[in-house]
């Protein structure tokens, strides 16, 4: 029996070369920088110095740093704290994000919702204006309804 070529054994369509991937294209920097998306590692370790407290340093950001590690506290103990609390704020934002969406639903009801509440801030501060110029707004506003 001859053998079938591998090519026309594939479906319809289909051929026996790999497909080729185009390229992802990179976000460019908003900066004049080089090393716009290099993160250095925090702290700057001398003389031995480690992390004891478990809080995060006051000058460490994280668009500038690399995460901390357990090599970067001075015990063990102190990294977990450390952990178990950026645990807790990320908690703490998922909860908010969950309680906003509650009230403001999904999709375009949350599109609407956010533009009538900036509408109502706008509104407010405007009545606000015409108070302090001495205009009557619950009249004019009572005139509207």
């Known amino acids: ?11 319809a369509g289909r051929t026996a070369t790999p497909a080729v991937r185009t390229p992802v294209k990179r976000v460019v920097p908003t900066t004049n920088e080089p090393d716009a998306y290099k993160r250095i590692f925090y ?24 995460p901390l590690r357990k090599k970067d506290f001075e015990n063990e103990w102190d990294y977990f704290d450390y952990q178990a ?44 204006d015409l108070k302090a110029e001495g205009v009557d707004t619950d009249a004019l506003l009572a005139e509207t309804e």
């Open 43 to 66: 702290p700057p370790i001398f003389d031995g110095q480690k992390l004891t407290a478990a809080e995060l340093p006051e000058d460490y950001d994280s668009k500038q740093h690399k």
């Open 85 to 128: 609390g950026e645990h807790e704020r990320l908690a703490e934002k998922c909860a908010a994000s969950a309680e906003q969406s509650r009230k403001m639903g999904t999709g375009p009801q949350r599109k609407s919702a956010k533009r009538a509440l900036k509408l109502r801030e706008q509104l407010n501060a405007l009545v606000a």
């Open 1 to 11: 029996m001859a053998r079938v070529p591998r090519a026309s054994r594939l479906p």
